[in-house]
Nanobody, 120 residues
């Protein structure tokens, strides 16, 4: 079993930045792909960004491309999401996710989520 704990959420004005972190513990050797989902009020939950274990394959949702950057530090079992030029529509709960597969069809582990609120 793998546990994921997010941190770094908060309140920021439009145009500002936040950096989310997610630390994996437990059977972390089983973790390959990692990423971030978000649940925005009134909208379908979406995969914001994902990254393979070696960092060679990174995917972003069109809505965040050019503004968000995902990275990971495997020595620390941690994945990050640097969010810049934030917009009110970015507000929501961000969930760290991890999968056993390199390129997963679905994610096996979910964190509890961290709230991001962008004011206008």
């Amino acid at each position: 079993q793998v546990q994921l704990v997010e941190s770094g959420g908060g309140l920021v004005q439009a145009g500002g930045s936040l950096r989310l972190s997610c630390a994996a513990s437990g059977r972390s050797v089983s973790v390959n792909a990692m990423g971030w989902y978000r649940q925005t009020p009134g909208k379908r939950r979406e995969l914001v960004a994902s990254i393979t274990r070696g960092g060679g394959n990174v995917v972003y949702a069109d809505s965040v491309k050019g503004r968000f950057t995902i990275s990971r530090d495997n020595a620390k079992n941690t994945v990050y999401l640097q969010m810049s030029s934030l917009k009110p529509e970015d507000s929501g709960v961000y969930y760290c996710v991890a999968a056993r597969a390199l390129v997963p069809e679905e994610y096996d582990y979910w964190g509890q989520g961290t709230q991001v609120t962008v004011s206008s």
